[in-house]
Nanobody, 121 residues
């Protein structure tokens, strides 16, 4: 079974840092773009950051300069380093990836189960 498993969420004070990880497992032939999204209570899911297989990155304006997305292709893992966290960053964070898997080199868009990040004093 191909899946994404996230880790690293938790409670942090304003101004603090957290690092999220998301590992893809199962039979994977190739991973294309990977990304992080978030959903705050009562709001729609929104893009946080994406990274292509060639390490091109894209960020939401609200996190530019504070968050850094990276990936380790050898480990099929994407990371989100979050610094200078604010209360408005509180949300469930989901990772996303486009992969090629079996059978037949099929394309799958995967989502993680979500990890809660709470920024509060």
């Amino acid at each position: 079974q191909v899946q994404l498993v996230e880790s690293g969420g938790g409670l942090v004070q304003p101004g603090g840092s957290l690092r999220l990880s998301c590992a893809a497992s199962g039979t994977i032939f190739r991973i294309y773009a990977m990304g992080w999204y978030r959903q705050a209570p009562g709001k729609q899911r929104e893009l946080v950051a994406t990274i292509t297989s060639g390490d091109n990155t894209n960020y939401a304006d609200s996190v530019k300069g504070r968050f850094t997305i990276s990936r380790d292709n050898a480990k099929n893992t994407v990371y989100l380093q979050m610094d200078s966290l604010r209360p408005e960053d509180t949300a469930v964070y989901y990772c996303n990836a486009g992969v090629r898997s079996e059978p037949g080199w099929r394309y799958l868009e995967l989502w993680g189960q979500g990890t809660l990040v709470t920024v509060s004093s």
